[in-house]
């Protein structure tokens, strides 16, 4: 089956400066490749996707990149702000358009 | 519009006791999911009904099962309950999989199960 990778486990940033994680998964036939966002003790929530025909995705200060040969998907955060402070998770489509294989996750901690 | 919806919120149980998750959204979606969050990991699929009347093994579906009661509704039952079922439960639903637009998943708020 699909396994899936984050690094790094944890990021701290100081306030305004960018973070970046990234996400390595195996199957080839993956096509698409969400990041949620999960603040402690909250749900999961959507923040970006990208699909396998799109090298890049912006959405304000977030970005999603795509690297398809290499099997990475890595998520850009600009400018970050107390807020961004969560836990991070990519997860690639698995074998049916049902299956997302999640990260172990990344925690982003934002120092004042 | 509250979303996805949980009930209960916390729970406690003894080994081998049974229980019912309760699952419920409002949005009109097909597709909904059952997922389990272990402390410092990702979350693994359980069950999912891609559509009302049918239902799928996910990731990790061994003592669990689901009924899907109606288009609203997705129920998660531990038969028999045991320690290593200890997670925090997660139901979800989007408008429909990933190969089209709705693929988005709306999670519900979780429930927290002690197996004792």
């Known amino acids: 089956g699909e396994n899936v990778e984050q690094h790094p486990s944890t990021l701290s940033v100081q306030e305004g400066d960018s973070a970046v994680i990234k996400c390595t998964y195996s199957?080839?036939?993956?096509?698409?490749f969400p990041w949620y966002k999960q603040e402690l003790g909250k749900r999961p929530q959507l923040i970006i996707d990208?699909?396998?025909n799109v090298g890049e995705k912006k959405d304000q200060r977030i970005a999603v990149t795509l690297n398809k040969t290499a099997k990475h998907f890595s998520l850009h955060i600009t400018e970050t702000q107390p807020e961004d402070s969560a836990v991070y998770f990519c997860?690639?489509?698995?074998?049916?358009?049902?299956?997302?294989?999640w990260g172990a996750g990344t925690k982003l901690i934002i120092k004042p | 519009n509250a979303g996805v919806t949980q009930t209960p919120k916390f729970q406690v149980l003894k080994t081998g006791q049974s229980m019912t998750l309760q699952c419920a959204q409002d949005?009109?979606?097909?597709?909904m999911y059952w997922y389990r969050q272990d402390p410092g990991m990702g979350l693994r699929l359980i069950y999912y009904?891609?559509?009302?009347?049918?239902?799928d093994k996910g990731e990790v579906p061994n003592g669990y099962n689901v009924s899907r009661l109606n288009k609203r509704e997705f129920s998660l039952r531990l038969e028999s309950a045991a320690p290593s079922q200890t997670s925090v439960y997660f139901c979800?639903?989007?408008?429909?999989?990933?190969?089209?637009?709705?693929?988005?998943?709306?999670f519900g708020p979780g429930t927290r199960l002690t197996v004792l």
């Open positions: 009904s891609a559509s009302e009347g049918t239902t």
């Open positions: 199957d080839s036939a993956s096509n698409y």
């Open positions: 949005m009109n979606h097909n597709s």
């Open positions: 979800a639903s989007s408008e429909r999989g990933t190969s089209g637009s709705g693929h988005t998943q709306y």
């Open positions: 997860a690639p489509r698995g074998e049916s358009n049902y299956q997302l294989i």
């Open positions: 990208i699909r396998s």
